[in-house]
């Protein structure tokens, strides 16, 4: 059932969050992609609107049916899940940040299919996306907003950093790269950095963590300032 703390703080609020990978493509029939399946995100989502919140996802593509109640918005790249994003920031309460976002792209897609030219390779030239995350909380009127961190080494230090960069009100961070965790996984464990404190979420399936992980946005959320 759901956390009736929880849900007393955050029934009827609206959520905004990211989901999924980003693809970015290199011609009409390649891209640049991860290994992000969407899961934790969607989870986040379900459980969310378990406890009331409206809730909308904007999500890369996955393999995953729609949590019942929520809205979803299908997205392929970066630049489409920041306009998706910014178009909507301004009537949420609280952006969760849990796509896996492309951190480059190729400078341009090609229009036609790439051709090999005789026996030689190919050199991409890639720039860099915008980040989603760091511009919704770079905003004047923004929402609680929280961020993921997937690192493969010095979770923690790495994940605070991004809290105190990206100027976030929480951010959750997990380790990736190991067999049966995190990315492209049943299961995480989380630990859930805010400026003063600090939260560990054991590991368990993403549903029980997403459960957890509301409750504890739930209560810096009731005491913001
Ligand atoms: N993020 C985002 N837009 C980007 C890159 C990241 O919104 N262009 C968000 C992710 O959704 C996540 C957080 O920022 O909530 C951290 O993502 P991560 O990849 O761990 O951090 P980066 O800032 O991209 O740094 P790096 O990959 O170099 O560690
Ligand atoms: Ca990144």
Known sequence: DPDPEAAAVL????????????VEDLDPVRYLGNRSSGRMGYA???????LGMRV???SGPVNLPVPAGVERIAVRSAEQ????????VAQSDLFIATAA??????REASLEKIKKRGDGGLTLELVQNPDI?????????RPFVVGFAA???EVERYARDKLERKRLDMIAANRVGEEGSGFDADCNALTVLWPEGRHEIARADKAQV???????IAQRFRNRP
């Open 11 to 22: 029934a009827g609020r609206r959520l905004l969050l990211t989901a999924g990978p980003t």
């Open 56 to 58: 909308t996802l904007v």
């Open 210 to 216: 997403a459960r957890e992980l509301l409750a504890v």
């Open 44 to 50: 986040v989502a379900a459980e969310a609107q378990r």
């Open 151 to 153: 690192e493969t080494h």
């Open 133 to 141: 995350l760091a511009e919704v909380a770079a905003r004047q009127d």
């Open 81 to 88: 899940m920041l306009a998706a994003v910014t178009d909507r």
């Open 101 to 106: 976002v492309a951190d480059f792209r190729p």
